[in-house]
């Protein structure tokens, strides 16, 4: 047999097996256009803003039916400015009817906390260590402030403080079982997405 006849496996048909990859040197892949790649980077971006506009969509309707379910309990949200100090506008609010006292209200309530410190400690993460640098931290105007700031104000005032949170009944009240003076009512405020609060008021007929 003459060898020089034989030609490379491959060369004019398929093979297969081993074979089949042993010279693919000629084959030719064909690059991705770059106006193809451009175009995946436009339709993700689409597609991001769509679940974004998707999402405060859904934002929105829940704060919608929020209201109408105060609404049926005579309640209504009175909005907060969102600077971070959205907890202590609402409690000013509650107490004086504006929102405008709350770096006093703040203060006030750091002092109280120092106050009684034996038992606020117990609930910062670091306990009696973490507490003055938890202290200092809170007294900045723009710190959010939470559960250890409410429960303080439930104590300075004397009276349950009552949180919604996208229902017609409490989330949650802080001194629940406190009795309250004739013609006071609770301090109620409400809860939005993760870290907002409003204060709730009662409609006005």
């Known amino acids: 047999m003459n060898s020089k006849r034989i030609a490379p496996v491959g060369k004019y048909s ?3 097996g081993k074979a089949k990859v ?3 040197s000629y084959i030719q892949i064909p690059k991705r256009p770059l106006e193809s790649k451009e175009e995946d980077i436009k339709l993700k971006e689409q597609k991001e803003e769509n679940d974004i506009a998707e999402i405060y969509q859904k934002l929105k309707e829940k704060e919608a039916q ?3 379910k105060l609404k049926t309990q005579d309640l209504k949200i009175k909005k907060m400015g969102g600077d971070g100090n ?3 506008r609402a409690i000013s609010d509650q107490i004086y009817g504006t929102e405008e006292h709350h770096l006093e209200l703040r203060n006030w309530c ?3 906390i120092v106050q009684e410190k034996e038992f606020f400690s117990q609930y910062i993460v670091g306990g009696t260590s973490a507490f003055s640098g938890y202290v200092a931290n809170k007294r900045l105007s723009g710190e959010w402030g939470d559960d250890i700031e409410i429960e303080a104000f ?3 005032y004397g009276c349950p403080i009552e949180i919604y949170a996208y229902d017609d009944k409490p989330m949650r009240t802080f001194h629940e079982n406190t009795i309250i003076k004739e013609g006071q009512r609770p301090i109620t405020l409400s809860y939005h997405g993760r870290s907002h609060y409003n204060s ?3 409609l006005l007929f």
């Open 200 to 202: 709730v008021s009662e």
């Open 110 to 112: 750091m002092s109280y």
């Open 154 to 156: 439930s104590e300075i």
């Open 86 to 88: 959205c907890l202590f």
């Open 66 to 68: 929020f209201e109408i």
């Open 14 to 16: 398929n093979a297969y």
């Open 22 to 24: 042993a010279d693919q």
